[in-house]
């Protein structure tokens, strides 16, 4: 069974204190990784994939890294507006198309 | 807009009763997912569509649950005698044909069972 860990569960920072945010996966076979940004009320707004290990993608301040095992979203200099729960999904090879997600990190930044 | 839209936003319904949830995806998808959310955890997969045919199913969805596309294009999803337990965020999605393409998600219907 796929599984998706996210650590940690909330992260507290002033802004431009740069992070970190951690998800671990367990996939029989990984067609992608995906990482979404979620606000209260709202719906999740898609962020990036990543389809490989080795593999990183950027937008402004994020930046998302893939090895087996994990992805990492590095925050760089955030803003408050940066402030929602960001969430981690596995798309798993084979007929499924669903994706799997953690629980997320609520992220706050203080100004 | 050309993004995923659902309605309604809200509903608050009495135990027992019937509701449904209508998602009209990004024309140019083939593919409509159904997820829930409760809140502080992520959403959960229900069930998925590509064009009108329903392709998988979760164990989640009992058979109080049904979902329908019936041209291909927007999407219902029904829960009947609902329970309290049916309380959360349903989040309706949508993609393209092929890889590990992005689902693009709408604002959820938020549902209170009381």
């Known amino acids: 069974e796929d599984q998706v860990t996210q650590s940690p569960e909330a992260l507290r920072l002033q802004e431009g204190e740069s992070s970190s945010l951690n998800c671990s996966y367990t996939?029989?076979?990984?067609?992608?990784l995906f990482w979404y940004r979620q606000d209260p009320g709202k719906g999740p707004e898609f962020l990036f994939t990543?389809?490989?290990a080795g593999e990183e993608k950027e937008k402004e301040r994020l930046k998302a890294t893939l090895t087996k095992k994990e992805s990492f979203l590095h925050i760089t200099a955030p803003k408050p507006e940066d402030s929602a729960t960001y969430l981690c999904?596995?798309?798993?090879?084979?007929?499924?198309?669903?994706?799997?997600f953690g629980s997320g990190t609520q992220l706050t930044v203080l100004p | 807009d050309t993004g995923v839209s659902q309605n309604p936003r809200h509903k608050i319904t009495k135990r027992g009763q019937n509701v449904t949830f209508r998602c009209d995806p990004i024309?140019?998808?083939?593919?409509l997912y159904w997820y829930r959310q409760t809140l502080g955890q992520g959403p959960e997969f229900l069930t998925y569509?590509?064009?009108?045919?329903?392709?998988?199913k979760s164990r989640l969805l009992s058979d109080r649950f049904s979902a329908e596309r019936p041209k291909g294009s927007f999407s219902t999803l029904e829960i009947q005698r609902t329970e309290q337990g049916d309380s959360a965020m349903y989040l309706c999605?949508?993609?393209?044909?092929?890889?590990?393409?992005?689902?693009?998600f709408g604002p959820g219907t938020r549902l209170k069972v009381t």
């Open positions: 996939v029989s076979g990984l067609r992608g």
């Open positions: 999904a596995v798309q798993a090879t084979g007929s499924a198309r669903q994706l799997t």
């Open positions: 024309s140019e998808h083939n593919r």
């Open positions: 569509f590509q064009n009108e045919a329903q392709l998988e």
């Open positions: 990543l389809y490989s």
């Open positions: 999605a949508s993609s393209l044909t092929g890889g590990a393409y992005e689902q693009y």
